[in-house]
């Protein structure tokens, strides 16, 4: 087996008559989810449509977990409606479109890392060829050691490489990336990245924010089970239209809340950070005030701080 070979590339979706608009990879409509008497998700709504990657976020306990079982139908959902390729979530037909790669997977000690990517493949009608996804994902030193000696970053790369030789329309992940060093988590996600290219589709949970910021065509961000975003990162983003002044000084925290513009203002003991629609008037106010600062920056609001700033607002509007 040659370190070359690539993954077989089918014909992307993309190329499909002008007008024509295909049956979305998942369509998730009014899902409730309750266990224990609690609601656990409440009227989600969305779609993930061919040749994109969607991102999953939310604090922990915001239901992203539970969305991803019950999409992959290993919960059932209360109320709504799940469609795989235009299939009801559980048919034979979705379980063909989808491919699951959650946290903990198991795979047979004994079988081989060859021999399970054969196995998984015989079960689809139109597989990719087993060895040339296990090229692009590192397994080939691997092809004939047993599942039960693999590390955790190998057995995530065989998980993957079970999850992508079906030729899945729709691959969902929690944590893609956990238990992979830098170099894996690029190799995983360059071939993720294929996945899209060709027309697949991808829906992802990671608290790795720098991966969505360079993966994600959509963040779909969870709050105690309720969809509260649903736009692209630099969509969600912008529409806070925010901006962080910082800089090093010695001050009383309370000295800080005349800055103007500000929707929130905070200090460490040594920076001091303003989060305001009005940088400029920011820094004129503090050359002015009298206090003693070094070290000034301007930076755009980034996506983990306009996540925390968003959920932080319904917070204050629930309480």
Known sequence: MSGAAAVPTVTSE???AKGFRPTPPLAVSQVGLVLKGASVLRGVTFDVQPGSAVALLGRNGAGKSSLLQTVAHLRRPTSGTIAVDGAPAGSARARTAMAVVLQDVEFPVALRVGELLDHVARHYPRPRDPQAVGDRLGLTPLWSRRAGGLSGGEERRLALACALVGRP??????????????SGSEQLWTVLDEHVADGGAVLFSTHQLAEVEARAQRVLLLDAGTVVADEPPQGLVASLGLTQVC??????????????????VSWDGVRCAFLTSRP???????????IAFRELTIEPLGLPAAIDELLRRRTGQAS
Not at 171 to 179: I, S
Not at 247 to 264: D, F, H, I, N
Request: hydrophobic share 50%; glycine share 6%; net charge neutral.
């Open 280 to 290: 400029d008037d920011v820094v004129r106010w503090l050359v002015h005030s009298g």
């Open 169 to 182: 329309r729709l691959v969902l992940l929690d944590e893609p990336t956990a238990g992979l060093d830098r």
């Open 14 to 16: 993309r190329t499909v």
């Open 247 to 264: 800089a090093v000084a010695q001050v009383a925290p309370a000295a800080l809340t005349a800055a103007p513009g500000c929707t929130r």
